[in-house]
Each structure stands twice: as C-alpha cells, then as structure tokens.
C-alpha cells in the first residue's frame, strides 16, 4: 500500500536558520505530491505541489520541495525561516485509490 | 470567494447521541472527502466521494456515515458517537478524483465526545 513517511516528528529552529523537512513515499507509478501547511488553529494550506516537469518546485512564502526520484523523497526547503512559519507540515501524494494520503506530519517551532 | 464551508467549528456531545457534521462547498467540485486528524497520525480518510450518490470508504470509517444527495455538500453523520472519535474532522473538495488536482480544505470541526 501506499505510505507517506515524515521522519522529523518536531523540529526547533532559531530564525533565520534553514529548513529541510524530509519526506518520503513508497509508490512506484507516476507520483503527484504536496506539502500542506497548518498554521496553529486554522485549516491545512497548500504550500507547493509537483506533478511533473522540473523537479524543483518553488511554492509560496519562500518555500521550495525538490523531487527526487531515485530517493522516493520530496523534500521541503526554506532558506531563512521566520517565526511566522511556525505550523505543522504535512507531505501527501496521490495514490491510485483516487485519493491523497497525507504523512504524520512535522511540528515545526521558530525561536524568535 | 472559493471556500469549504464546515459547521459546527467545535462540537461537545454524549456518548450514544447522533450527530451530523455539514460540509459544503461552492467550487463545483466532484471529489469530496472526510478527515480525522489525531496526534502522531496525520490526517485518515474516514469516506469519499466520487459524485452525486456515490461514496466509498476511506482508511477508518467504523462509526461513520455519509451521504452525497447534492453536489455541494458531504456531510458526515456519527450514529452513535464515542470516546475514541473524539478528534479534529476536516471536509476537503478537489475538482475530481485524478491525481493532479489540490484538495481544499474546511476549517475544520473540534469534537469532543463524553
């Protein structure tokens, strides 16, 4: 069946540090993938997606995931965070059950 | 505005007393679909829908009903509600169920069963 792993349960950075959060799906035909955003006591957000062509995706606020096909991974990336960052993150794809299957997701808590 | 509509926001309830939670949207979207997010878990399909009077079961829908009669609404009905569904539910829309389609979500409704 189809998973999606998130290995980094809570991440804490100071601002301005830089972000990667590790995602990583076990689906071997044609992938469509996401990163959710849930800011604290809102709805989930969509951040960036990658259906196909280039491999890195650029998304809003900053944000960027590349594909990595050989890894099965599709990692998130941010250069300089901010407190306003502050959200749980969630890594999906697309399984052929015509439906997305989201990962654990990762807490991710900005110092100020 | 495009949006997906859940009501109630948050919801306290007994043991045993049926419960309906509503969910709209105004997108024309075929694909609807029911969340449960709990700690540690991420978000579980609970059931979807393809289209006007076809549903399916997601990955938990023990406890759990629901109808499609209108296109713009899905909601989820709880029979006999329990402790352990006590959770966060989210409503999601896409435009249909192929892969490269977002799902948007709801607000999301906090309930609490005692």
């Known amino acids: 069946a189809q998973s999606v792993s998130q290995h980094n349960h809570h991440v804490i950075l100071s601002e301005a540090a830089s972000l990667e959060l590790g995602c990583n799906y076990s689906?071997?035909?044609?992938?469509?993938l996401f990163w959710y955003v849930q800011y604290p006591g809102q709805h989930l957000q969509l951040l960036l997606k990658y259906f196909s062509g280039d491999p890195l995706v650029k998304g809003i606020k900053g944000f960027e995931a590349e594909f990595i096909k050989s890894k099965f991974s599709f990692n998130l990336r941010k250069p300089s965070v901010q407190w306003s960052d502050t959200a749980e993150y969630f890594c999906?794809?697309?399984?052929?059950?015509?439906?997305?299957?989201f990962g654990s997701g990762t807490r991710l808590s900005i110092r100020p | 505005e495009a949006q997906v509509t859940q009501n109630p926001r948050y919801l306290i309830t007994v043991t045993g007393k049926k419960l309906t939670v509503t969910c709209s949207q105004n997108m024309n979207h075929e694909y609807m679909s029911w969340y449960r997010q709990d700690p540690g878990l991420g978000l579980r399909q609970i059931y979807y829908?393809?289209?006007?009077?076809?549903?399916d079961k997601g990955d938990v829908p023990e406890g759990y009903k629901v109808s499609r009669k209108e296109k713009r609404n899905f909601p989820l009905i709880l029979e006999s509600p329990s402790p352990n569904q006590t959770s966060l539910y989210f409503c999601a829309s896409r435009p249909g169920a192929w892969g490269n389609t977002e799902a948007f979500f709801g607000q999301g409704t906090r309930l609490t069963v005692v």
């Open positions: 999906a794809v697309y399984s052929s059950a015509s439906k997305i299957i």
């Open positions: 829908s393809m289209n006007v009077e076809v549903t």
């Open positions: 689906y071997g035909g044609t992938v469509n």
